[in-house]
């Protein structure tokens, strides 16, 4: 039973047949090609035999492995390798096809090759899901044929194997780098120019070119001889939360991920960059309840159990109650913050639904309200219309795309600062707007 499961033609054995099939049907008018058919008919079946045994003289003649990282970083290109090797004693044709999640949605993955007696290779490939949670690899499928190419061996490896897929680490390790090398603007976060003192004294050092004069102690340079300065770090250990709607509003997808994810993988890349600059860090999520409350903690472990909390979040399709969350920090969020509100609106009378309650908290705490430009509004107006209805749709378009606009403005007046961005540069955007605060001492 075994053997005839790993049993299979290969595509040239019916080439063969179509070609003895051609030299029958010829030989009704050429009867001296009949006697040649049955000739090549029994060399046929003698090779197929011969081809047998070549397949099935050794037991393990090929080896597989399936290489795939602990954890997939959502919307990520991840890296999966294969290795396989050929100890059959002649030249082999490999087929070899993974069995990829279900999630993916992806059925003609297949890599051909050809290894050489004794030969080691590996393949790699990437895989970019879009959704959290937990994906199963199938069978490791490598179909071996000899150099006769008449029929296959199938090899089976390593099924079932389970990766979950959590918030992309890919990019937190990004910014992780650049942040600790000091290379942010290479993905376009700005500089911010420091204004006035609101940092912690730190020590006394002598001057050198470069240093602002405002800082000169002249205590110090009486007492030294010499030009000495006072030197300041940036305070440390302020409670920063991200706060995430999962409501119905943050489904929406763009380029096949939710704004959800967006949020989720924007959160933990700025957590990760406000630990490493000494800052406590924390998380709320809610909708019409408080899913989940973290509360801000300074140290670098912290991000494990913010990780943690962010892969299990999955959004609802209820409306998030604004009035529900403002109780919440109230109650449990004591000292000054700095709350960011990953969110959407897209109708001002949505917004001012909520404004109250937004109103409300950002009296004790700096809020910073963060929502979504849709994109493909902002490409419809970017094309010329060519009709009535493209000059209708058009005009649609622009009206939304100026609430948009207007509920910046409306949030603004109100002292709440806002981002509204487009999907792909939020965490660019959000580490931005966290610099830029930090450097004006608005905290």
């Known amino acids: 039973m075994q053997f005839l499961r790993s049993l299979y033609i290969h595509n040239v054995f019916f080439r063969y047949i179509a070609l003895l099939a051609a030299c029958f049907i010829m030989s009704y008018w050429l009867p001296v ?3 040649i058919a049955w000739l090549l008919t029994m060399l046929l079946a003698a090779l ?3 081809d047998l045994y070549l397949l099935y003289s050794v ?7 399936r290489t795939l990282p602990k954890k997939l970083s959502n919307s990520d290109e991840n890296p999966i390798t294969i290795q396989f090797e050929n100890l059959y004693p002649f030249t082999s044709y490999l087929s070899i096809i993974d069995e990829l999640p279900i999630q993916f949605q992806k059925r003609d993955f ?4 050809q290894l050489k007696k004794g030969e080691k290779r590996e393949h790699r490939y990437t895989v970019r899901p879009v959704e959290r949670g937990e994906y199963v690899f199938g069978h490791l499928n490598i179909y071996a044929s000899s150099p006769l190419r ?5 090899f089976v490896f390593q099924n079932d194997q389970m990766v979950p897929v959590y918030p992309s ?3 937190m390790q990004q910014y992780d780098f650049l942040a600790m090398n000091n290379r942010l603007t290479e993905v376009g976060l700005k500089k911010i120019r420091r204004i006035g003192h ?3 004294f730190e020590q006394i050092k002598e001057y050198v070119l470069g240093d602002d004069y405002r800082t000169v102690n002249w205590k110090a340079t009486a007492k030294n001889n010499q030009l000495m300065v006072n030197q300041y770090q940036d305070e440390r250990s302020q409670p920063i939360y991200s706060v995430i709607d999962t409501g119905r509003v943050m489904k929406m997808p763009f380029n096949g991920l939710k704004l959800l994810d967006y949020a989720i993988n924007s959160a933990l890349a700025f957590s990760n960059v406000a630990l490493k600059r000494n800052d406590k860090t924390g998380m709320i999520t809610f909708s019409k309840k408080i899913e989940s409350f973290v509360p801000a903690i300074q140290k670098i472990t912290h991000l494990n159990t913010i990780l943690e909390k962010l892969y299990h979040i999955n959004t609802e399709f209820t409306d998030a109650d604004y009035g529900m969350l403002y109780a919440h920090i109230k109650r449990n969020v004591n000292q000054r913050s700095l709350l960011l509100l990953y969110t959407n609106f897209e109708h001002i009378s949505a917004l001012k639904r909520q404004l109250p309650f ?6 004790k705490h700096l809020l910073v309200v963060i929502f979504f430009e849709n994109t493909e509004l902002e490409e419809l107006i970017s094309k010329e219309a060519e009709d009535l209805q493209g000059i209708y749709h058009k005009t649609i378009a622009e009206k939304f795309s100026l609430e948009k606009r207007l509920m910046q403005k409306e949030l603004q007046k109100y002292g709440i600062q806002t981002i509204l961005t487009r999907p792909e540069k939020l965490t660019v955007n959000t580490i931005n707007t966290y610099l830029e605060i930090k450097a004006r001492g608005l905290l």
């Open 33 to 35: 090609l009949y006697p």
């Open 48 to 50: 197929l035999l011969f």
């Open 198 to 200: 609101t940092q912690e």
């Open 59 to 65: 037991p393990k003649a090929i080896r597989g492995l």
């Open 169 to 171: 680490i890919i990019q």
């Open 358 to 363: 937004l109103v409300a908290i950002a009296k």
């Open 150 to 154: 008449i029929i296959k061996r199938r």
């Open 110 to 113: 297949e890599y051909r090759t």
